[in-house]
């Protein structure tokens, strides 16, 4: 089964840059297009960028022109580049395919999620 590992999150202050790394293994395609999410204090978790498997690339408008997404599919690696972070940014940030993974648990299925990284920024 796929496993999703995100790490490079941290504190930095107002106009700092933080570069989020996804490890990807298991079942996981290359093919697949991949995503950064977001979840504030309170709020929905919400679509930051995606990327296809060539490497085509969408952002939301909150961060379009501050934030580059990108992949190794020979590494299984998704990143974020984050720079002129703003402290709305202040999220736990999640890497998953678009749409996200589903694993089965029994005859259910669910919407599965790594443990995600916190990003705080400071004014």
């Known amino acids: 089964q796929v496993q999703l590992v995100e790490s490079g999150g941290g504190l930095v202050q107002a106009g700092g840059s933080l570069r989020l790394s996804c490890a990807v293994s298991?079942?996981?395609?290359?093919?697949?297009?991949m995503a950064w999410y977001r979840q504030a204090p309170g709020k929905q978790r919400e679509l930051a960028a995606t990327?296809?498997?060539?490497?085509?690339?969408n952002y939301a408008d909150s961060v379009k022109g501050r934030f580059t997404i990108s992949r190794d599919n020979a590494k299984n690696t998704v990143y974020l580049q984050m720079n002129s972070l703003k402290p709305e940014d202040t999220a736990v940030y999640y890497c998953?395919?678009?749409?996200?993974?589903?694993?089965?648990?029994?005859?259910?299925?669910?919407?599965?999620w790594g443990q995600g990284t916190q990003v705080t920024v400071s004014s």
């Open positions: 990327i296809t498997s060539g490497g085509s690339a």
């Open positions: 298991g079942s996981a395609s290359s093919a697949n297009a």
């Open positions: 998953n395919a678009d749409p996200p993974y589903l694993k089965r648990s029994g005859v259910a299925f669910y919407t599965y």
